[in-house]
């Protein structure tokens, strides 16, 4: 275990390395994350406003919750959406294997050679814009809430992170699944809204085999001290147990898909 | 002394999807996914004491690779059983990984966009080199890999041939007990493959190190590999020294002879006619042990020869030969 610790700094260091290597495409990237994001986020704003609120959350509460939601996603992700979404192509092209003859495990070595700095410009947004709304949501903030709202963030950023690693590893299996982020986008997609204003199936769905509702709007409710839909008092154990069950289930998948990892051929 | 390397009865099986012809074909695949059994390795047995030089050899899709792969741990025996350095490389692949050196010909293990030496550096720590080992390896490897001029470049401006030197450096940077190289050559020009094949032999004989290479080429085996083990459709054809392979396959050498003019029928002792295109004459030496000068003797100065080749049969046709003389050879490999 100390060996892996050791090595991390080092990967990091190299990737960084890499990505300044092309310092105009990273800053251009992180540009028009932040164009893109903003672009959204004013829509639903204005809808927001315009209608008075969306299923009950006012503009600053959403406002946290679109923060929560795009913090929680791009911590998580940048530690495995690249890195696994590449998975597919490694595999193709035979590159897995070289992974694969380094004496450090290999989960380490593709999370940190690859941890995507180009993130920041998620990051910065949703510092931004939760730093605007906290204070306008009149949340009793103590230092216990404090401490849960900053586990809850722990936990869904290393759900969005199990998750990811989930789906890159099937391709150790079946080579191709990259279809199954487009599955997860859709669902990421619709995490950013209060769970209430969709049907009930949907609901149940998110909250249980695509458990994206708690990426954002479960913390984020109780934080607020609102009613969470389906779970009630039960909501603040499962927005903090969550990442970790994931967390685990992840890890008897990618162990079970790189036992039986083939390769593409050759 | 124990084996560094042991195999037995080693086979490796893929589930592969029966694809059926057509687009109604590619429909009915949704609902009936029937698999066939691919056997990629089947049977082989061998054993590597310490510090040999084994060529693997064989057509594509023999199983090459696959083996390394088993050998190093990527992938996982369908049956038998398998031993390098006295684990089982698949259950122990992080331990194995310490103590072999993987040399992959069409894939990089270096950071594409960063100077050579950084990777260098990012595999000491990996590896936990000590500093001064690191330190005598990095300035040996560089002067006899000859990569002085471009260590500090990166990786995406180096020519294949700089590349491969350096894929081969990194490898050897934590003094692997085993190196594992799977075709190094591929792709590389006359003078890059013979630096290459100077330095594995070097390597070989001055450090020790036990090399496992598969190739296409027989160059390969023959500048690095006293020993080789030949395989096809996953079994196991040949293990033995080259000169047995080669002194039972010797007849397929094949001679061009090119006259300034046509000099009519020319039957040599030495070798058989094969093909008459006038002005160049091309014949299958019978014997390994008739050499160009018997040729030369042979034919004269009479028919104003100017010049003259000697071709080595390529893999696929020795494999060949050795398919239609198997027969004959049975039990003669050592």
């Known amino acids: 275990m100390q060996r892996p610790l050791v090595v991390i700094p080092h990967l990091v260091r ?3 390395r890499t990505r300044f290597e092309y ?5 251009l990237g992180w540009l028009s994350q932040i164009v893109a994001y903003g672009g959204i986020y004013t829509a639903i704003a204005l809808i927001v406003t315009r209608f008075g609120n969306l299923g009950g959350w006012i503009w600053p509460e959403m406002a946290l919750l679109l923060s929560f939601h795009l913090l929680a996603y791009s911590l998580g992700a940048s530690f495995s959406f690249t890195q696994f979404r590449d998975i597919e192509e490694k595999v193709r092209l035979g590159t897995f294997d070289a992974v694969l003859v380094k004496p450090i495990g290999a989960w380490t070595y593709l999370v940190f050679s690859g941890i995507n700095i180009g993130y920041a410009g998620h990051v910065l947004l949703a510092l931004g814009l939760m730093a605007w709304s906290l204070p306008q949501v009149g949340a009793d903030w103590t230092p216990l809430t404090v401490l849960f709202f900053l586990a809850t963030l722990v936990s869904s950023a290393a759900m969005v992170c199990a998750t990811m690693t989930m789906i890159g590893a099937t391709a150790l299996v079946w080579v191709k699944s990259s279809h199954l982020y ?3 986008f859709g669902f990421w997609e619709l995490a950013r809204y209060p769970l209430q204003i969709f049907p009930f199936p949907l609901q149940i769905l998110m909250l249980t085999f ?3 509702g708690f990426l954002a709007y479960v913390p984020v409710a109780v934080a607020l001290g609102k009613p969470v839909a389906l779970l009630g008092s039960a909501a603040p ?9 994931w967390v685990l289930i992840a890890m008897a998948h990618w162990h079970y898909c790189l036992r039986n990892y083939q390769g593409a051929g050759g | 002394m124990a084996p560094i390397i042991s195999a037995v009865g080693v086979g490796k099986t893929f589930r592969q999807l029966k694809r059926q012809a057509g687009f109604g074909g590619a429909l009915r695949g949704l609902v009936s996914r029937d698999y066939t059994e691919i056997r990629a390795v089947e049977g082989i047995a061998f054993s590597i004491e310490p510090g040999e030089a084994v060529g693997y050899l064989g057509p594509n899709g023999a199983g090459k690779s696959t083996m390394i792969k088993m050998m ?3 992938l996982t025996p369908s049956a038998g059983t398998l031993s390098v350095l006295g684990r089982e490389p698949h259950s122990n692949r992080i331990l194995n990984a310490r103590d072999i050196g993987v040399v992959f010909g069409q894939r990089s293990q270096l950071w594409w966009d960063l100077p050579v030496r950084d990777s260098f550096e990012l595999n000491r720590h990996i590896y936990d080199i000590p500093d001064s080992r690191f330190a005598d390896n990095l300035a040996y490897l560089t002067q006899m890999l000859d990569m002085g001029s471009y260590i500090g470049r990166p990786v995406r401006q180096l020519s294949l041939g700089q590349r491969m030197r350096a894929e081969i450096a990194m490898a050897l940077l934590h003094d692997p007990k085993i190196l594992f190289l799977d075709e190094p050559t591929i792709g590389l020009d006359v ?7 100077r330095f594995l032999a070097e390597i070989n004989r001055e450090r020790g190190t036990t090399i496992i290479l598969t190739t296409h080429d027989l160059v390969d085996i023959e500048q690095i590999c006293p020993r080789l083990i030949m395989v096809d459709d996953g079994k196991l054809l040949f293990d033995g020294e080259l000169r047995h392979l080669r002194a039972t396959l010797g007849s397929r050498r094949r001679l061009t002879l090119e006259f300034a003019t046509d000099p009519g029928p020319l039957t040599l002792k030495t070798a058989t006619l094969a093909a008459d295109e006038g002005a160049a004459k091309h014949y299958l030496l019978e014997n390994e042990a008739v050499s160009l000068i018997d040729v030369l003797n042979e034919v004269g100065p009479a028919h104003g020869l100017k010049d003259i080749k000697l071709e080595e049969p390529d893999i696929e046709e020795v494999i060949r030969t050795f398919y239609l003389n198997k027969p004959k050879l049975a039990g003669s490999a050592p």
């Open chain 1, 14 to 16: 190299m990737y960084v």
């Open chain 1, 23 to 27: 310092p105009g495409a990273t800053m």
């Open chain 1, 182 to 184: 487009s599955i997860f």
């Open chain 1, 210 to 212: 695509v458990p994206l």
């Open chain 1, 237 to 245: 154990l499962a927005a903090l147990a969550i990442g970790p069950l």
């Open chain 2, 72 to 74: 190093t741990g990527i």
């Open chain 2, 191 to 197: 003078v890059a493959k013979d630096a290459v094949r």
